[in-house]
């Protein structure tokens, strides 16, 4: 699969857009399964059972939910690259078949 023009600016664009969203975004609330997948891939307890309560209590623990809060500079590093990626592919030449 080659990358012609259009690919370097549709590439870009997404780049644009999603470091956009990730500067309008505060924080990310994820969802049971993502946060369990997180807890196990961390290695990090879902609830925090080091108390002897903590651990009577633990099959009636609510829903856990990880919130995440991504750093300001992704955004912009996401912008600054689909800016660069977007302003190359006006620099390739079209793509002419045959």
Not at 27 to 37: I, P
Request: hydrophobic share 45%; net charge positive; aromatic share 10%.
């Amino acid at each position: 699969m080659a990358l012609y023009r259009n690919r370097y600016f549709l590439s870009g664009i997404l780049l644009i857009l999603l470091g956009l969203q990730f500067r309008r975004v505060e924080s990310f609330v994820l969802n049971e399964k993502t946060t369990r997948m997180v807890a196990k891939v961390t290695k990090t307890p879902l609830v925090d059972n080091s108390t002897t309560l903590g651990t009577i209590f633990e099959p009636v623990t609510p829903i856990p939910r990880k919130k995440v809060t991504p750093p300001r500079w992704v955004g912009l590093s996401m912008i600054a690259v689909g800016c660069v990626i977007t302003f190359h592919a006006f620099s390739i030449p079209k793509h002419r078949p045959g």
